[in-house]
Structure formats: C-alpha cells, structure tokens
C-alpha cells in the first residue's frame, strides 16, 4: 500500500513537472500555464475553506473565488509565470522556516526528530550531529529559494522552468546522499540513518 501511494505521488509529480516545462516552454500553452500554476492553490484553498468553516460560508467562498478567476483569468493568463515564481520561492522558504523554527531553544530539530523515529533514545553526538544537519538544511533550502529568484530574472523562462522542475529534485537527492556520507563516517552505530533512511522507511513500510 505504501509503495503504490508513493508511486501514486510520484507520478502526480513528474506529470505535474513535465506538463508545467511544457507551458514554460510553448507560447500557445499559457491557459496550460496559468491553470498549473493557479489550480493547486485554488483547490487547496477551497479544501481547507470547507474544513474549517461552516457550509454556508464555504459556499460563499467558493463561488466569490471562482467569479473573481473568471474575471481575471486573461491577466493571469498572461501573467502566470509570476504565479510560479510566488509558489516555487515561497515553497522552499517556508521548507527553510520550518527547519530553522525546529532549532529554536525548547524545541527539537527536525532532523533529530526524524533519527529518533528510526532509531529510538538518541545519544548525544547523535543529537549534536543532526541539530548540524537542521542547520545544514536550512542553509540549503535558503539558497535554493535565492537561486530560484535570481535565476527567473537572469536568464530565459525556459531554463528557469527546467531549473525548477528537474534540476532542484537532483539537487535535493545530492543534499541527502550527501548528509547520508558524512553521517556513515560520524556516526557509525547508526550509519543507515538521515533522509535517505526516511525514504527507504517509507518504501518498505
């Protein structure tokens, strides 16, 4: 069940990835564009309207949200890749402030919560070693969000959208495998552990 879940996830995002190059990279696929861009937030938002507010109120909201896309949907048709630059920068900054929140004195950092979950009691150059990695993390995903920004207005939307759609995913994946070498040498009673042993934990249940 996990295994088709994630694979489930992962299709949604690869398809999300491919079709959102597609408008970034064709001038006739701006509707395409500005519906990618828009249509996640838009139904995250109704979502969460009918959860935590009453009926009525939702209904309200939902068509007040739907009249105001229909009137403005030229301008954000023409527009969308601004859409995009708000959710990728925004994305990755609110990933950062979660990190950084987590190394906050009373609480725990993320990292370390996450080593606790598959490993139990933790010993003190255990937790030492992941509030670094926290740390480390948070400084990624900063310059990943900085990186995004400066690329949008330096160089063509084209390979921006590759940027944001392909190359941040292997930039993550070199940031685990790199965090799983140093923890391998560190921390040798635990070497298996990091991001790399969340995603096989949720692999293999």
Request: aromatic share 12%; glycine share 6%; charged share 10%.
């Amino acid at each position: 069940m996990h295994r088709l879940q994630l694979t489930a996830v992962a299709v949604l995002v690869v398809g999300y990835a491919a079709l959102s190059h597609y408008s970034a990279s064709t001038p006739d696929a701006k509707g395409l564009g500005a519906a990618l861009s828009v249509g996640p937030v838009f139904l995250i938002g109704l979502v969460l309207a009918w959860r935590w507010t009453r009926p009525l109120t939702a209904l309200l909201i939902t068509g007040s949200s739907c009249a105001i896309l229909y009137r403005y949907w030229p301008a954000i048709e023409r527009n969308y890749e601004w859409a995009d630059l708000a959710q990728q920068c925004g994305a990755y900054a609110l990933v950062a402030l979660a990190f950084a929140r987590s190394l906050f004195a009373g609480r725990v950092p993320i990292c370390t919560q996450l080593a606790a979950q598959i490993h139990g009691e933790l010993t003190p150059a255990e937790i030492a070693y992941t509030r670094r990695a926290t740390a480390a993390w948070v400084v990624f995903y900063v310059l990943l969000a900085a990186a995004i920004l400066i690329l949008f207005f330096t160089v063509p939307l084209r390979i921006w959208s590759l940027f944001v759609n392909f190359a941040v995913f292997g930039l993550m994946m070199l940031m685990g495998l790199a965090d799983h070498a140093i923890r391998r040498r560190v921390l040798p009673r635990h070497p298996s552990g990091g991001i790399l042993a969340v995603i096989r934990r949720s692999l293999i249940g």
